[in-house]
């Protein structure tokens, strides 16, 4: 079975500039997670879709980004316009509807760098 | 409240030692511990995980102690390898809500 993933795995932008990064979740995970990951530091949540509805995106700065899931199945979150603040890894995770185990799988990441 | 405080930051360990990283939580609200291990370049991968009804779980080389009254809880790697040598998170959450991750753990398990 498939893994979580991601695309593209590195960008370099110049600042003000968009980016796009694209996630493909497990099959059959209904929910699907974005995180951030600046260098040395532990995953952030931004944004959390069950299906298609985002169910918490209070860490999202909607002044900048954006994030969809259509269908509830591939979701792509987007930054315009990209600040030298936004270089970082951008996780993108799934999991099932089986709460017991909790288990977040993570994809490889989007690494940004705003020059 | 939301906080997961991990330590220590970095931890070298000689082949065959153990390895120990704690963790310290303060929403009480919290019901599920995981651990995450991250290797360079890919994501975290969940390693072990425990809930707040028991005060240890072990698999294979890897503990989780446990303590609800102090709001702490710890992995331990025995015999540890140098192909453990990555970053440990620990995370901490109420069941079905947001995972809230500690800083990591950098471990280099040294031949």
């Known amino acids: 079975e498939a893994g979580v993933v991601q695309s593209p795995r590195y960008k370099i932008i110049e600042k003000k500039q968009p980016v796009a990064f694209w996630c493909n979740p497990i099959?059959?995970?209904?929910?699907l997670y974005w995180y951030l990951q600046n260098l040395g530091q532990g995953p952030e949540l931004l944004i959390r879709y069950e299906n298609e509805e985002a169910v918490d995106d209070s860490q999202l700065p909607k002044d900048r980004f954006s994030a969809e899931r259509l269908k509830g199945v591939d979701s792509t979150l987007k930054i315009q316009p990209a600040e030298l603040g936004d270089s970082a890894v951008y996780l993108c995770?799934?999991?099932?509807?089986?709460?017991?185990?909790?288990?977040?799988?993570f994809g490889e990441g989007s690494r940004l760098t705003v020059l | 409240q939301q906080q997961v405080k991990q330590s220590p930051q970095s931890l070298i360990v000689q082949k065959g030692g153990i390895s120990i990283i704690n963790c310290a939580y303060e929403?009480?609200?919290?019901?599920?511990f995981p651990w995450y291990q991250q290797f360079p370049g890919k994501g975290p991968a969940l390693l072990i995980a425990i809930r707040p009804d028991v005060s240890e779980k072990k698999e294979g080389r890897f503990t989780i102690s446990f303590n609800k009254s102090a709001k702490q809880f710890s992995l331990h790697i025995m015999d540890s390898q140098p192909g453990d040598s990555a970053t440990y998170f620990c995370?901490?959450?109420?069941?079905?809500?947001?995972?809230?991750f500690g800083q990591g753990t950098t471990l280099q398990v040294k031949p």
């Open positions: 929403n009480t609200a919290f019901d599920y």
């Open positions: 099959s059959g995970h209904n929910t």
């Open positions: 995770a799934s999991s099932s509807i089986n709460r017991e185990t909790g288990e977040l799988f």
């Open positions: 995370a901490a959450s109420k069941t079905a809500g947001k995972l809230i």
